[in-house]
């Protein structure tokens, strides 16, 4: 089992920049590390993920390249979300994903891997 906390949501502007964060506990060896997001009326997708292995390719989906920056300390098990230039497309509730392998990460079903409880992240114009 795998425990994922997040903290970083909350409101910004157009171009402003926020940084979530996701401490990891239990079982933590050698998983994948990411994010994923769901926006009112939307399937969750994914955001980025990060294998622990120093030196690790990060991935993204393809409308946040450029923009956010993902990271992970695995001292602390814990990944972050760096985000920039954020957009109201960006608004959405951003869940911490962990997951034994890159395919099983990247699967968006709820009985899947190991989520967390979710944070708010609003853009506005």
């Known amino acids: 089992q795998v425990q994922l906390v997040e903290s970083g949501g909350g409101s910004v502007q157009r171009g402003g920049s926020l940084k979530l964060s996701c401490a990891a506990s239990?079982?933590?060896?050698?998983?994948?590390m990411g994010w994923f997001r769901q926006a009112p009326g939307k399937e969750r997708e994914f955001v980025a993920s990060?294998?622990?292995?120093?030196?690790?390719?990060?991935y993204y989906t393809n409308s946040v390249k450029g923009r956010f920056t993902i990271s992970r300390d695995n001292a602390k098990n814990t990944v972050y979300l760096q985000m920039n230039m954020l957009t109201p497309e960006d608004t959405a509730v951003y869940y911490c994903?962990?997951?034994?392998?890159?395919?099983?990460?990247?699967?968006?079903?709820?009985?899947?891997?190991?989520w967390g409880q979710g944070t708010q992240v609003t853009v506005s114009s």
């Open positions: 994903k962990a997951a034994p392998d890159s395919a099983t990460f990247r699967n968006r079903a709820p009985a899947l891997g190991y």
């Open positions: 990060l294998s622990w292995g120093e030196g690790s390719t990060p």
């Open positions: 239990g079982r933590t060896a050698r998983i994948v």
